[in-house]
């Protein structure tokens, strides 16, 4: 997996363009600390609860949109992907890395942690 990161990182014009409409992406961004849980799983192996897969998939749905474009970084984009793609079939996701310098992101949202509770949970498990 950590091969295939960096192939599509070099691959990133093919990558963008593959998901960009007139040279521009519409995403919502994985905010960092959803980003870091994320990446420890992906880099150690481990599994991430089901409470924080619920709250990812509780953010996707409040945007509102089935076809939308997740960004997050290359650690972490694999294990989004591994998420979201058992409950969205359309929904894509690219690492920040992908996205070539000649592409624009337009944020059409985010994916967070909701309160300060569930932030204080989330820090706690790293």
């Excluded at 950590?2 to 905010?31: H, K």
């Excluded at 980003?35 to 619920?54: M, P, Q, R």
């Excluded at 058992?86 to 942690?113: D, Y």
């Amino acid at each position: 997996r950590q091969l295939l990161a960096e192939i599509r990182i070099a691959l990133a014009p093919v990558v963008s363009a593959a998901v960009a409409q007139d040279g521009v992406i519409e995403g919502a961004e994985v905010e960092p600390l959803i980003d870091l849980v994320l990446g420890k799983a992906e880099d150690t192996g481990a599994l991430v609860s089901a409470d924080v897969v619920d709250l990812i998939c509780q953010q996707i749905e409040a945007l509102h949109r089935e076809d939308v474009i997740l960004v997050a970084s290359k650690r972490a984009r694999a294990y989004l992907r591994d998420i979201v793609r058992t409950r969205w079939s359309k929904i894509r996701v690219v690492a920040q890395e992908e996205i070539a310098s000649r592409f624009t992101l337009t944020s059409v949202g985010c994916i967070e942690v909701p309160t300060e509770e569930q932030r204080r949970a989330l820090v706690a498990t790293l």
